[in-house]
């Protein structure tokens, strides 16, 4: 899978792309939400998208990527856990929430998950 990683903290970087590559995907990484979003026009199979960026934050971008049509799956990637702050991710479209820290296995587990969503097969 080609995925895409908007995150701006170096460590979780390096953790995640580790975890992934190790898999076999290709990562490409963006630290703001204004290069993210743009990166985003690229053809992916997925997005990791942290909700807490400069320039744009995460919800800001999924709601931009969603209403410019885009289908591919978008995982929230945050340290806010609070009941309404996940409600937010789905209302901005989000596909799942992963709250940090998130372990390599649950990362790999739930790229699995959504590589095998009908939604990624069919996304344009």
Not at 89 to 112: C, E, Q, W
Request: hydrophobic share 45%.
């Amino acid at each position: 899978m080609r995925i895409l990683l908007i995150e701006d903290d170096p460590m979780n970087i390096e953790l995640f792309a580790t975890a992934l590559e190790t898999d076999g995907h290709e990562i490409v990484t963006e630290v703001d939400g204004v290069a993210g979003e743009e990166r985003a026009s690229e053809p992916f199979d997925l997005v990791l998208l942290d909700i807490q960026l400069p320039k744009k934050n995460g919800l800001e971008v999924c709601r931009s990527l969603r209403a410019r049509g885009l289908r591919t799956p978008i995982v929230a990637l945050s340290a806010s856990v609070l009941p309404e702050e996940i409600a937010q991710t789905k209302s901005a479209g989000f596909d799942i929430f992963l709250s940090k820290p998130i372990s390599p296995r649950d990362l790999r587990d739930a790229v699995r998950r959504l590589g095998a969503s009908p939604r990624a097969a069919n996304n344009a």
